[in-house]
């Protein structure tokens, strides 16, 4: 199976090279180790990227670039894409033009600072030599951390130009335009690792999704512009596969968009996986569940695809929260199991090839020695399996009855070896908790002692691992990602009352859960697997 796998890998691979191959001898005029070049560039540029983010550059509209270049490239204007790579390139290398996010001394300050990233001109947060269509996606993310910003230092949210660049879009008709333009892509953009169609939803997030545009009245709409744009989007979804992604003139999906339809979906289902509209129901929701799972548990990139690892760290976890928040109660069991093995299979990868134990943070590039804010999102996914809450907990995985293996209760003065010996036996055990006197709590995340791991800790206990990221973004330099800010990530970090604790790896502290028993009526030690889910546990009492 794992040779089958990277025999994918690697067809995928040289199938995408191939093509900017084509390109660049057909339309552009280079010769084959040019075109290898540039596929080398694209991969050099993910990485630099990511280094300037590590330094405190700001990076928000690399992405977004990115796609700009897509757009040429969908339009046919090749010269003009790959000139504008070769620019993009050269300034990420020579840093000319780039801005470092200085030291604030307040927030107040800091928001003065993302204020005056506008462009004057547009209204956008982004570089106007780029594509218009690429002016959303940074935009949005800039306004939602000024929004953050402007509740922390209780100042309106003013912005100093107007978001004249939406003009474009501002009535029904230029906005349906708009979307068929950029939903629309050739086989070449189609093979890209993102497409243009991303700039579609970067719209219905704008006006949708928490909008802080219509929190601060930032633009004028009407009903009319946002049931046209509802309607849309419930046109496009594709009734074979269930997704949103870009089509080719003929109506045909040409890319199984994960990541963009995980978002898509969300304006469609209310908190409890309801429709939102009467008008607009979710449709195909078994073609949808079996899309997200099938491309989901087959593809895993190459450790050298950088932009495939940074889409994969996308859409896999928004295809978790996709079911979690709004398909658990309908799917089949068989359903569930899958689900539940994309997210064991996210969290090992998650931990093996993208967190770096020296910092105690996530990266989003395999191996790197340096956390990112933009790799927040793989702490957050405990959330979203029920590992911050019991009552998710049992609602996914069920009651601890019925997940917990009593392995008995021990009248003992003194805990021995081989009194433990039994744990070492628990092979889907990941991590163990020590709770002391008694009745546990309700949330299995409080009242533990200390946490030790039978084995080399691999993935970590949430108990270990919520100090770790605490403290990281408490103490790093980074201020905001390319769609993460430092603010937001700590605010919810701040919700989540999880104490530091003692950590013991690689077998049982039989010393240290004596010194916890000699304090306590009562000590139970309970295992938990790598979802977090209790698994066994076993007690014992004080013998008078």
């Not at 906005?175 to 892509?185: E, G, I, Q, R, S």
């Not at 509802?230 to 949103?244: M, R």
């Amino acid at each position: 199976m794992r040779s089958l796998k990277n025999h994918i890998v690697r067809k995928k691979y040289l199938s995408v090279l191939m093509i900017l191959i084509s390109v660049l001898i057909l339309f552009n005029g280079c010769t084959v180790t040019e075109a290898i070049h540039t596929k080398k560039k694209i991969r050099e540029m993910f990485r630099m990227n990511k280094k300037l983010q590590q330094e405190g550059y700001y990076t928000a509209e690399f992405e977004f670039k990115m796609l700009g270049v897509s757009y040429y490239l969908n339009k046919g204007e090749y010269k003009k894409a790959f000139a504008m790579l070769d620019r993009l390139y050269n300034q990420l290398e020579t840093r000319e033009g780039l801005i470092k996010i200085p030291s604030f001394k307040n927030k107040s300050e800091e928001m003065d600072f993302y204020l005056n990233l506008q462009n004057p001109e547009t209204g956008a947060f982004m570089d106007s030599s780029y594509p218009v269509s690429s002016f959303t996606g940074p935009t949005g993310n800039v306004l939602e951390h000024l929004d953050e910003l402007a509740r922390e230092t209780n100042r309106p949210l003013k912005l100093k130009y107007p978001l004249k660049y939406l003009d474009e879009i501002c009535t029904p008709e230029k906005l349906v335009t708009y979307f068929n333009d950029v939903a629309t892509v050739n086989w070449i953009a189609a093979k890209l690792p993102q497409t243009t169609f991303h700039n579609t939803r970067d719209i219905l997030s704008l006006f949708f999704e928490d909008s802080v545009v219509m929190k601060y009245n930032l633009y004028p709409v009407t009903p009319e512009f946002q049931q046209t744009m509802i309607k849309w989007f419930y046109d496009w979804q594709d009734a074979e596969t269930g997704l949103w992604g870009p089509k080719n003139k003929n109506g045909k999906l040409m890319k199984k968009d994960i990541s963009n339809t995980a978002s898509i979906l969300k304006i469609f289902v209310n908190k409890n996986g309801g429709n939102a509209y009467r008008d607009y129901p979710l449709r195909y929701k078994d073609a949808l569940c079996n899309s997200f799972l099938d491309d989901t548990l087959s593809t895993i990139p190459g450790d050298d695809d950088v932009d495939d690892w940074h889409e994969w760290n996308l859409k896999v976890p928004k295809t978790i929260n996709s079911f979690t928040r709004y398909f658990w109660n309908d799917i089949s069991d068989k359903t569930k199991i899958r689900v539940k093995k994309l997210i064991g299979l996210y969290i090992t990868t998650s931990f093996k090839k993208f967190y770096v134990y020296e910092e105690g943070a996530f990266t989003n590039q395999p191996y790197s020695k340096h956390a990112v804010l933009d790799a927040f999102g793989t702490y957050a996914i405990f959330e979203s399996i029920g590992a911050l809450s019991s009552e998710k907990q049992i609602k996914y995985w069920g009651s601890r009855e019925n997940t917990i293996q009593n392995l008995g209760v021990f009248e003992k003065s003194e805990i021995s070896g081989k009194d433990l010996k039994v744990l070492l036996r628990q092979k889907e055990v990941n991590s163990f908790r020590i709770y002391q006197n008694g009745r546990l709590p309700e949330e299995m995340t409080a009242g533990v002692s200390a946490v030790f791991y039978p084995r080399k800790k691999t993935v970590l206990d949430i108990v270990d691992l919520t100090p770790r990221m605490r403290l990281w973004l408490s103490t790093t330099d980074q201020s905001m990602g390319n769609w993460t800010s430092r603010d937001a990530a700590i605010q919810k970090m701040n919700e989540i009352k999880i104490m530091e604790v003692p950590v013991y790896e690689n077998g049982i502290p039989v010393d240290i859960i004596n010194s916890f028993f000699k304090n306590a009526d009562e000590l139970s030690i309970i295992g938990f697997d790598i979802l977090q889910i209790p698994v066994c546990e076993i007690t014992f009492a004080g013998k008078n």
